[in-house]
């Protein structure tokens, strides 16, 4: 299974589930009595940690905006106070580093309880005489690894976006560091468009997340009903 690459900031409105693929498991989990039963502990866990990284990732999202809107505020000569403000950047990028630093830990306990999950999972399924249950549940574990993978890869190419950002903006902290005045600011103009544009991508990155949570979430619940059927049309067969 695919560990996540550094901190990753994600946003989202509602209080729910930060990833869907922790969803997706716990849902399908939750239609195996033994594992219900035999690994409750390490499935709460599993959800209690992705509820934590979900927490972290907002911050880190927040923070980030918020560093780059003191930022922007320099670039554009718009701080009426331009050395408060740049000592407020430089307070908001270390923040904003250390809530990633957090991210990166909650991500990787949810992310370690998910082997451990699927690992009991799989043995529960291995330990089926009935084979149309068996092969049933091998479906549904593969279903929810494959959410999964795809929520971790997108998570990843989201990290990528997120180095070469934070990357800059120390670079460039360090230029305002010895100059803030409008000359300096000017010539700043042409790298502060690549760092916003870097921004952008980052943030689009982050919707694709999102957007994919959606979609997997209205999957999901398509597949409730049918998934519901099944079980109870072998549960017939095998009374």
Same mark, same amino acid.
């Given at each position: 299974m695919n560990k996540l690459v550094p901190a990753l900031p994600?946003?989202?409105?509602?209080?729910?589930?930060?990833?869907?693929?922790?969803?997706?498991?716990?849902?399908? &989990?939750? +239609? #195996?009595?033994?594992?219900?039963? %035999?690994?409750?502990? @390490? $499935?709460?866990?599993f959800l209690n940690y992705s509820q934590d990284a979900r927490d972290t990732l907002i911050d880190a999202k927040s923070e980030l905006a918020s560093?780059?809107? &003191?930022? +922007? #505020?320099?670039?554009?000569?718009? %701080?009426?106070?331009? @050395? $408060?403000?740049?000592?407020?950047?430089?307070?908001?990028?270390?923040?904003?580093?250390?809530v990633a630093?957090?991210?990166?830990?909650?991500?990787?306990?949810?992310?370690?309880?998910?082997?451990?999950?699927?690992s009991a999972w799989t043995q529960e399924l291995e330990s089926y005489e009935n084979e149309q249950l068996k092969e049933l549940g091998m479906q549904r574990l593969d279903a929810a690894k494959q959410r999964y993978d795809v929520m971790i890869e997108r998570m990843q190419s989201a990290g990528e976006a997120y180095r070469p950002l934070v990357s800059s903006l120390h670079d460039q902290i360090k230029f305002m560091g010895f100059d803030l005045s409008p000359e300096a600011m000017s010539a700043l103009q042409g790298p502060a468009e690549e760092l916003n544009a870097m921004s952008g991508e980052l943030f689009a990155r982050i919707d694709a997340v999102l957007d994919q949570e959606q979609q997997d979430e209205a999957a999901i619940a398509d597949q409730d009903d049918v998934l519901v059927d099944q079980d109870d049309a072998l549960a017939e067969q095998s009374e």
């Open positions: 994600v946003f989202q409105a509602q209080p729910k589930l930060a990833l869907i693929a922790l969803m997706a498991a716990f849902f399908l &989990l939750g +239609n #195996s009595n033994a594992l219900a039963q %035999a690994g409750s502990k @390490e $499935s709460q866990k560093t780059m809107a &003191l930022y +922007n #505020s320099l670039i554009a000569g718009e %701080a009426e106070k331009p @050395e $408060s403000t740049y000592k407020k950047l430089v307070k908001a990028l270390e923040k904003s580093e250390k630093g957090k991210t990166r830990d909650r991500v990787e306990k949810m992310q370690n309880q998910a082997d451990t999950v699927f």
